[in-house]
């Protein structure tokens, strides 16, 4: 007996190992090809694909446990979801506007009716055909917030466009996605679709009715400790999508309405930054296991369907986009660069096909095929997109068939805030005083629920949020503002944003705490505008300070350089007694 139970788990030991070193090679390919990716500046998730071709049965098959990557594909796929529901707040889809809903609607309805004619053509059968035009017709929201964050364009007119347009095809995915998960069968059914919905929308209700009526109650409790705001985040998505799985949707679904039931709440930001490292790892292998599905047998076959695929997606698209918005009276110029945003296809698209290939509505070239449009698309709008301005000059002049006479122009209405406080119960209060009266737009980070709520309390704008995270900082504005101010009393955390502001925003008059001489010698010498050391000169002092010269960096450096050699004193007076 004994032998035996020996045995079982020298075999449970040599599978576990199997396994670890399966993903350990993967992951280790993974990083070598997002190195190059990063060298030739493509999107990262065009290497993982290509991760999962080399790994794959295409190349050396090194992939020998599928069950297992599908399963953390899973996961990443729901966490995807799960955070990209997060930023879908009311508040947002109703600012995107007239233009962003007509111009979604009308580009996805027209996309999927020339797909379909175009699968047709192809010999491809009715379900086929609707399915490829659908998978064509949605744009990766991902990709493009991604590379409009790091062109720092996404609060221009164009961008905001943009997002909103990927908001409303976001939507239209979802409602794809629930027809997908009627149709179980092969064939749709309007009794089953109707059951489907009766039983989403009690879930949704309910879930909606907890987020907004019990969990604004427990937000200390939540967001008091990061550590239990991660695992909240990390039950409620994972929880709404076995839920909702167990309904008879998929995973997908859940995930996305569980974070959107979410995308009010004050901690959003912060969950949904602790999440995407967790996402990142996940989501990797969800595309290295797409990877893996390419069969290139079968792509030469089909070499004709992933041509016409890739024109719809790279020409047709952005070409209805830009007609549309000059209809609406848009500028050559906003319409060509949001026009180039929806050149691709989205991870919808590739989950959309993933779920019809599981319950047998296509095959399994079917999915390469979309997957290598997918890559190709990304590809190429990822260059129109970061070099949308020169190709603006470039085809400038036959743009104006695009364009009527009556405009919109963009205005510039890029919201900022001139101060931002880090940091609110060590002395913050009397910088909000000071703040206030200088009549400047300005902002509050925080991580204490308590103190959150009392500035909620006085309508004062504040977000709930790490001054460590760079994502929550560049959201902010930090790069913008004239001046910021920590009252947080951690040393470190303070010589990272003083680090921060010196490469991203010299010119801002940045005012940090210290507890020690040496610290705050430490921080001058970093380059800070100016130290609050409590036995020095407390926050009272320095705010009237503030409001007698503002953001007069002249005025600021006296007082500096008045206070640097009062330290130096005091250093040489300690070093001398010791």
Known sequence: MLDFLQGKDLKINMGTDAIFAQLSLVIAIAAGMALIMRLIRQPLIIGHILTGIIVGPALFHLVKNQTTFTAFSDIGVALLLFIIGLSLSPRVIKEVGKVASIT???????????????????NLNQSESIIFGTALSFSSTIIILKL???????????GKI???????QDLLAMLALIILTANGHGHLSLDSLSRLVVKGGVLAIAMFAISQLVLPRLQKLIGGSQEALFLFALGWGFGTAALFQKAGFNIEIGALLGGISLASLPFTQEMSARLRPLRDFFIVVFFISLGTRINFGSLGRNLHLILFASAVVIIFKPLVVLMLMGLMNYTKHTSFKTALAVGQISEFSLV??????????????????????????????????????????????????????????ERETKHHYDMILLGY??????????FKSLKKPFLVIDYDPDALELLENQKIHSIYGDATD???????????????????????TNTFLVSLLSDINPKCVVIVHADTVEEAIELYELGVTYVILPHYIGSERIGAFIRRNKFNRGEFRKYREKHLAYLERENKLSETTN
Request: overall charge positive; cysteine-free.
């Open 104 to 122: 979604a609607v009308i580009q996805v309805g027209l996309t999927i009716i020339l797909g379909w004619a175009g699968g047709r053509l192809f």
């Open 148 to 158: 409009l964050s790091d062109k720092k364009e996404q609060v221009r007119l164009y």
């Open 162 to 168: 943009s997002i909103g347009l990927l908001l409303v």
């Open 352 to 409: 959309f096909v993933i779920l019809a290939n599981q319950q047998g509505l296509v095959t399994t070239s079917f999915v390469s095929v979309i997957t290598v449009v997918a890559l190709i698309s990304i590809a190429i709008s990822t260059y129109l997109i970061l070099y949308n301005d020169q190709l603006y000059r470039l085809l400038d002049k036959y743009l104006v068939v695009f364009e009527r006479h009556h405009q919109h122009f």
């Open 425 to 434: 119960n060590k002395g913050g209060h009397e910088f909000i005083k000071v």
């Open 470 to 492: 760079l994502e929550l900082l560049e959201e902010a504005g930090i790069n913008k503002a004239r001046m910021v101010v920590s009252t947080i009393g951690d040393h470190k």
